[in-house]
Every structure is written in C-alpha cells, then in structure tokens.
C-alpha cells in the first residue's frame, strides 16, 4: 500500500494551513497514496505553547466545519485520510482528537490523545481531557490503524495494546521539537530517541509505524521562551523497525511510501513475540510503580 504523508510548517492562518494540505493531499493522491497522514493540530500554529482560555476558541466539535472540510477532500481524492483536531465535546471540555476519514468521506472513527503532556512550551493539561475511548483500533478500506497522537508515542503501553486489538498499522500524528537553550548534543539526542522508541513498537508488535511531524520555527507568544523550532523528521518504519523513509528536519516535505502491509505476517513467525509473552507475570504494569 502506498501511503502519504505529508509534513509542513504552520502560520496563524488558518485557512492557509488547510489550503496547504489540501494541496499536500491531493498531490500524494495523484502519485498513488491511498493512505494519508497528517501532522497533529494541523490547523493552526500549535497553540499550547502559553495558557490561555481564550484560545479555546479554536476548538471546533466533531462532527463540525474541518471534519466537513477534510471528508470532502479524502473523498475527492479517493484516500483514507488521518486528521488531528481539537475538539470541542462541551463548553470547557475539550480532546486532542484524531479523526480518521474513509474514502468516501465519512467519519471511520477517532481516537482522543490520551497521553497529555505539561512541559515548558507544552501546557497540553490546560487545554486537553485525557481520551476517553481507549487503545481501539479504526477499521478502515485499507486495514485497522492504530491511531494514537504525540506523547502517546513514547508509551509501549499503548502501542501493545494496539497490536492486541488487530491494529495493522501504527499511526502518530505529532507535535515536537528542540528547546533551544539546549546544546545541539542534546538536540539531537532527544530527536533520535523520538525515533527510536517508535522503531522499537515496530519492532516489538511487527508492525509498521509511520510518524508524521511538524517543522519549523514557532514563537513563544508570551516571550517567556525563544519558541519552539520543530524537527520535522517524519517517518515510516516497516515491522522490524527498518527506515522505510524519513522526511528533512527542517524543510516541508511530502511523499509517497510504499508499504508491505503483509511482510507483518512473516516478521511475526520469525520473531512470536506475541506468542512467548508472559501474560501470567505482567500484572505489576497496572501500577504506578512497584514499591518494596
């Protein structure tokens, strides 16, 4: 299956965001994609950089306006489409969403980030309810996609309990980048274990990942920071964690990826990590942690 992601820079327009990936989608559809994945928050700058109740405002329900606009274009286009938006589920009562379209533009299914971040530049809690729909994966024409967003990334948790449900592909629209008080050592390093950890849920459920994030510089609006500049450094890995492809760091980018969606099949005799789990020892991983 031939899959396209596409990864871009954002500005406070949001009409131009979206004009821009209307492009970036049609033109991976042209060159075959059936499949498309999109960066997370992907309408507008990323916004959780500062506090403040009146960006709320930004929210939208589900279904609603981008949901409208993002069907008619997987439908135009004739692809699975992977969105990341931020709902609206009530006044004051809001998810970082992923919605998934199908190809004649209705609404396969969503999944709310259930992971959510409170770091320097990343006030993601002030704005995000943790997901309420757990770790299912959406079926689709091309297969089951075990959609999770951003800082569910760094989990196996999440990404294991994917696999268990018949996921065939893990997805995960992104939003991350350098400090820039940091040494480029450390950059770097932050940036390859971005990488890596997600190679490593490859390799241990036999799975594709494919990884989709943003690039270029966005400034702190309150100034308390010097802005966050965002790595860029999409990818696709196939199940034993091989880079299939994987995107500039600091340009835009979009492309075409051909996935083997049966190669899994095979990985999984070589290496029956499912097969040999330990399920009888594991239920220690349901505490916080595991005090003498």
């Not at 439908?75 to 004051?92: I, K």
């Not at 009562?93 to 004649?104: G, I, P, Q």
Request: net charge negative.
């Amino acid at each position: 299956m031939k899959v396209g992601i596409i990864q871009i820079s954002c500005s406070a327009d949001t009409e131009a965001n979206k004009c821009k990936l209307a492009d970036g989608i049609r033109r991976v559809s042209r060159e075959g994609a059936r499949l498309v994945v999109l960066q997370e928050l992907h309408n507008t700058l990323y916004f959780c950089q500062t506090e403040s109740v009146d960006l709320c405002a930004l929210a939208e329900p589900v279904p609603g306006p981008s949901t409208e606009f993002y069907g008619a274009l997987a439908r135009e286009c004739g692809v699975v489409l992977v969105t990341s938006l931020f709902e609206r589920r009530a006044a004051g009562l809001y998810h970082n969403t992923a919605v998934v379209f199908e190809t004649d533009g209705s609404i396969a299914g969503r999944y709310r980030k259930m992971h959510i971040p409170d770091d320097p530049a990343y006030y993601e809690k002030f704005y995000f309810t943790p997901g309420d729909l757990g770790f299912e994966p959406i079926q689709t024409s091309v297969g089951r996609l075990g959609v999770q967003v951003c800082w569910d990334q760094w989990y196996p948790e999440g990404a294991r309990l994917m696999a268990l449900r018949g996921a065939q592909l893990l997805i995960y629209p992104t939003a991350i980048g350098y400090e820039s008080s940091d040494t480029p050592e450390e950059q770097e390093r932050q940036r390859t274990a971005w990488q890596t950890v997600q190679r490593g849920h490859a390799v241990a459920n036999g799975l594709p990942v494919i990884a989709v994030n943003r690039c270029g510089h966005e400034p702190d609006p309150s100034g308390q920071t010097r802005g966050i500049r965002f790595w860029g450094s999409s990818f696709v890995a196939g199940p034993q964690g091989e880079m299939l492809y994987e995107a500039p760091k600091d340009e835009e980018a979009t492309a075409v990826v051909e996935v083997d969606m049966e190669r899994s099949e095979q990985v999984r005799r070589w290496w029956p990590f499912l097969r040999d789990r330990r399920i009888d020892a594991f239920g220690g991983i349901t505490s916080r942690f595991l005090d003498d």
